[in-house]
């Protein structure tokens, strides 16, 4: 009896952790209408070159420096990142679909990093917004405009403010739409957002980025 | 019209000619004795400095010039203050083997004997503003000189560090053997020159002052 009372317990508690394992996807609501608008980049309109300072955390451990990013072509980004004191950690080209190292130190020189680095800055200055295609309207509870874009065999979902700017967007992954990572967008100043930031769901890794200006 | 185009083109070209021409060139430095000597005795009589510095690094990769300003302490043997204030804010503070780095109102706090980077840039960024770079055995040093400035150029011996840099130049009033820029150069080409003003010497610095909250 009291073992089986133990057993029940056990099996409650796993049920239990079972479930608050679960990713959750990042929409719930079923509701969905053509959306007519499109979200629009607020970078790159006035200046070719835009510059933050960069904090990167992962796993207790930082990183921080000016990252710089400038529109080459319409197709090419060139970043470079480097300290506050102007030591380089990597220059890098950022195509649609993929990347160049051209010099990046030892320690930031994998696979692993760079592909998820990239990916994160092109979604910072909203750079692939060209391979967004069905765009959806989703019924928001909290009367918040959501559109849901498809992105080569995954999803982004924005969070729009009225001008079609976004505030938050997710790149959503699987027929769940389970959220790979966020980048939020916030005090918009003078159509550009002063803060952003990167938070990844899979893994501990958070991007902190304020936007500054070298001019003068 | 055509003519008129290619006589403008001429004396701009002979312009930038004796441009060239009029700059002072550097030689390989004539007593290097007597230069180390003379940095040691200014080294001695320092024993404080406050000033301004602009930071002007180049991104050859990107074509562009990015200029950052603020302030720096130094206080001897081993306290160094850099207090970014624009376009930024970012303090770095070289204390007694400790770095403190304080960066979007956070304070982080790295061993110099432990994290060999920090140890390197902090043993380079005090020898630099000391100009205290002779008895550096982390470099290859060649001493030069033109008419105002003494140059001390710095090659970094290990390979692990030539990651970071590849030369260090150190500018050198001739008149009074302050460190007027120093220049960090990458293997891309890159460089970063910091140009120290409004140097104060020997003015009253107490141990808090380079402490970060």
Known sequence: MKNSWFINICIAAIILLITSCVTKSVINSSEKETYNGHIKSPFFDKDSVCFFKASIYTYGKSLSGILAIKKQHTDTLKVSFFTEMGVKFFDVLIFHDSYLIVDCIPQLNSRVIMETLTEDIRWVVLWNLNDLSQPLQISSPKKELLVQYFYKGNWIIGKMSSNDFPDKITYAYGKKKIPKFDVTFNEYYDGIPRKIAVKHHKFDLRIHLSYISFAN | ?213
């Open chain 2, 1 to 213: 019209m055509k003519q008129g185009f290619i006589l403008f083109g001429i004396v701009i070209a002979l312009i930038c000619t004796s441009s060239i021409v009029q700059n002072d060139p550097y030689s390989a430095m004539k007593d290097i004795p007597d230069f180390k000597v003379k940095m040691k005795q200014k080294n001695q009589s320092v024993s404080t400095m406050k000033c301004d510095f602009v930071q002007e690094k180049q991104l050859s990769f990107m074509a562009q010039k990015v200029i950052s300003k603020g302030n720096m302490k130094y206080k001897k043997p081993d306290m160094m203050k850099l207090e970014y204030s624009s376009p930024f804010q970012y303090i770095m503070s070289l204390n007694k083997g400790k770095v403190y780095v304080k960066d979007n109102g956070k304070v982080n706090k790295f061993d110099t004997q432990t994290n060999k980077l920090f140890k390197y840039i902090n043993d380079l960024m005090i020898s630099t503003v000391q100009g205290n770079v002779l008895d550096n055995k982390d470099f290859k040093i060649v001493y030069k000189e033109n008419s105002k400035l003494y140059l001390i150029e710095m090659e970094p011996i290990q390979d692990a560090m030539k990651e970071y840099i590849s030369k260090v130049k150190i500018y050198i009033n001739k008149t009074d053997f302050e460190v007027i820029k120093t220049e960090m150069s990458e293997k891309s080409g890159d460089y970063t020159l910091i140009t120290f003003l409004n140097r104060v010497y020997n003015i009253s610095l107490k141990d808090e002052e380079f402490m970060v909250h």
